[in-house]
């Protein structure tokens, strides 16, 4: 019976040599390294513990699973973005960095995006729908806060400065 080795080719000489014996003298942090590499590419993709199996509409706030979000969310954000535009109320979004005006307002509406005027400097600042996690409606206050996927930042630049909307990876579109 014939003993089965395998063969690399050393890059430096190129002469062949037995891997065994060369993967022997490796660390073994190397080996484990390498080894749970492999067995994590041979895993199939799957939800982390911490990812919930229900997710709460940010427009309507009824809880539903993943794939009935996908198809629900967008048209449902857009109308209650709408219905707020239409009432005129004062929008405040969060996260943002702290200024003493945190007043915006609605200005427009598309298809996949929310356009914000900024009260205090006029600036627009354009948000995808996708990019909503959270509408929450204070009725006697006439103000409405809306949590974000992502932070709205003041940049400051050498000719100017504005408020830029930076999205976080969660949330983000599909591609395609």
């Known amino acids: 019976m014939s003993q089965e080795f395998f063969t690399i080719e050393c890059p430096a000489c190129r002469n062949r040599l037995k891997a065994s014996p060369l993967a022997a003298a490796l660390p073994d942090e190397v080996l484990l390294a390498e080894t749970a590499r492999r067995n994590g590419r041979r895993q199939t993709p799957h939800a982390g513990p911490g990812r919930p199996s229900v997710a709460r509409c940010p427009g309507c706030d009824v809880e539903m699973r993943a794939n ?3 198809d629900h969310r967008s048209s449902c ?7 707020v535009m239409q009432r005129g109320f004062t ?3 969060s996260p943002k960095d702290p200024d003493p005006h945190p007043d ?9 995006y929310v356009r914000f005027e900024k009260l205090s400097s006029d600036q627009h600042l354009e948000i995808e ?4 996690a959270e509408i929450t409606v204070d009725q006697p206050a006439q103000i409405v806060d809306i949590r974000l996927l992502g932070r709205v930042i003041w940049k400051e630049e050498a000719r100017y400065s504005e408020w830029r909307f930076i999205p976080s990876r969660i949330g983000r579109p599909r591609v395609g």
């Open 77 to 83: 954000v857009q109308l209650r973005l709408t219905q």
């Open 129 to 132: 729908f996708g990019k909503v």
């Open 68 to 70: 009935e979000m996908r």
């Open 104 to 112: 915006f307002r609605i200005v427009s509406i598309d298809a996949d």
């Open 91 to 93: 929008v405040h979004l």
